[in-house]
């Protein structure tokens, strides 16, 4: 069975930066796409970031501060931020989708809170 854990989420000043860490484990097959979402409370989930094997993607609100990196050697993503405003309060999730035996997947993480404080 698969499962992703995340970890790296925390409480941090405005200005400062944390590094999220998602990795897979368990035979999660081949995966195309790697990404980071967020959820603040009462808003819908959105993408904050993702990698493929061509192209990286990141939100507006997020470029030039943040830098999503992947390494497919142990099926773990990585999402630097840098700079955090208290408007980067979510919890993160990470998200993997790919090709396994038994055809697409779509797995989740199970989140972790980033609270930027002012």
């Known amino acids: 069975q698969v499962q992703l854990v995340e970890s790296g989420g925390g409480l941090v000043q405005a200005g400062g930066s944390l590094r999220l860490s998602c990795t897979a484990s368990g035979n999660i097959g081949s995966i195309i796409t790697m990404g980071w979402y967020r959820q603040a409370p009462g808003k819908q989930r959105d993408l904050v970031a993702d990698?493929?094997?061509?192209?990286?993607n990141y939100a507006d609100s997020v470029k030039g501060r943040f830098t999503i990196s992947r390494d497919n050697n142990k099926n773990t993503v990585l999402l630097q931020m840098n700079s955090l405003k208290p408007e980067d309060t979510a919890v993160y999730f990470c998200?993997?989708?790919?090709?396994?035996?038994?055809?697409?997947?779509?797995?989740w993480g199970q989140g972790t809170q980033v609270t930027v404080s002012s």
């Open positions: 998200n993997f989708r790919g090709v396994g035996y038994w055809g697409p997947f779509d797995y």
């Open positions: 990698v493929s094997t061509r192209t990286t």
